[in-house]
T-cell receptor, first 118, second 117 residues
Framework: AQKVTQAQTEISVVEKEDVTLDCVYE???????LFWYKQPPSGELVFLIR??????QNEISGRYSWNFQKSTSSFNFTITASQVVDSAVYFCALSEAPGGTSYGKLTFGQGTILTVHP | DTEVTQTPKHLVMGMTNKKSLKCEQHMGHRAMYWYKQKAKKPPELMFV???????INESVPSRFSPECPNSSLLNLHLHALQPEDSALYLCASSHGAWDGLGGNEQFFGPGTRLTVL
């Protein structure tokens, strides 16, 4: 069975602070995908990143960066110089690779509510 | 076009009503999904359509009936709902399992906020 744990329920920071959102996962699959989604107050889930299990390269996109460590089953997300517009619920998710019987099933973490104060 | 659209944005219905939620995507995706999301919770998968066929039904009550008329459209027919069915209903789409187009990230629509009285 797959499981995703986001231990931080809520995080509150002041603008320009750096913030890291933690994600720990469990799976028996040898090939899998990890995702981060952002859900602002408007409600729409916005796809941020996909990471394949065989690619442990870290990624940076503007103020966002992701640290994937297979050895610790973690896929953490850092926002540098946070802004008020970053306020949202962030979900980490896990899925098996295409070809499996459960293709399409995303296992979500419980989400982390990030509030960035001006 | 990387957009998934959903109509209506808001819906209020009585327990005896019949209504439908609609979802459309023009990204050429061959997998489409319905999720239900309660406040302060992650989305819960309801149904998956893969190549226009229902591939996953997460033991959803029969008062929810999905339909995939073609590869771009997904409907969710609602009948005799209960107040506890009030939630945000999200549609998503992704590449199909056999498209050979890489990852299966799902792109979500803005959702329909449903209230059952």
């Amino acid at each position: 069975a797959q499981k995703v744990t986001q231990a931080q329920t809520e995080i509150s920071v002041v603008e320009k602070e750096d913030v890291t959102l933690d994600c720990v996962y469990e799976t028996r699959d040898t090939t899998y995908y990890l995702f981060w989604y952002k859900q602002p107050p408007s409600g729409e889930l916005v796809f941020l990143i996909r990471r394949n299990s065989f690619d442990e390269q870290n990624e940076i996109s503007g103020r966002y960066s992701w640290n994937f460590q297979k050895s610790t089953s973690s896929f953490n997300f850092t926002i540098t110089a946070s802004q008020v517009v970053d306020s949202a619920v962030y979900f980490c998710a896990l899925s098996e690779a295409p070809g499996g019987t459960s293709y399409g099933k995303l296992t979500f973490g419980q989400g982390t509510i990030l509030t960035v104060h001006p | 076009d990387t957009e998934v659209t959903q109509t209506p944005k808001h819906l209020v219905m009585g327990m005896t009503n019949k209504k439908s939620l609609k979802c459309e995507q023009h990204m050429g995706h061959r997998a489409m999904y319905w999720y239900k999301q309660k406040a302060k919770k992650p989305p819960e998968l309801m149904f998956v359509y893969s190549y226009e066929k229902l591939s996953i039904n997460e033991s959803v009550p029969s008062r929810f009936s999905p339909e995939c008329p073609n590869s771009s459209l997904l409907n969710l027919h609602l009948h005799a709902l209960q107040p506890e069915d009030s939630a945000l209903y999200l549609c998503a789409s992704s590449h199909g399992a056999w498209d050979g187009l890489g990852g299966n990230e799902q792109f979500f629509g803005p959702g329909t906020r449903l209230t059952v009285l």
